[in-house]
């Protein structure tokens, strides 16, 4: 099972941009579907954007064309590029690892959006 460590988030002011990153340790990172959730102060956590082991993304209509989702298998590590940020974006968003019935999850990292 793989451990997440995400980091890169922070406050950026409206239409900014930011570049998370999400480090893998432990073997065969490249066989699992990773992804990236966030989760607002009373809301439920949802789904931000999703990449298989063969590269397949999916990304909801409510980020989609600002948001990027990437992988490097050799530096294991996943980044979310996100663009023309919202304060509606502002949220602890996090890591997941999934391979069948094994799931990890990072500790979260904190985006602000506000002016």
């Known amino acids: 099972q793989v451990q997440l460590v995400e980091s890169g988030g922070g406050l950026v002011q409206p239409g900014g941009s930011l570049r998370l990153s999400c480090a893998a340790s432990g073997s065969m990172f490249s066989i699992y579907t990773m992804g990236w959730y966030r989760q607002a102060p009373g809301k439920q956590r949802e789904l931000v954007a999703t990449i298989t082991s063969g590269g397949s993304t999916n990304v909801p209509d409510s980020v989609k064309g600002r948001f990027t989702i990437a992988r490097d298998n050799a530096k294991t590590t996943v980044y979310l590029q996100m663009n023309s940020l919202k304060p509606e974006d502002t949220a602890v968003y996090y890591c997941?690892?999934?391979?069948?019935?094994?799931?990890?999850w990072g500790q979260g990292t904190q985006v602000t959006v506000s002016s």
């Open positions: 997941k690892a999934t391979y069948g019935s094994a799931v990890s």
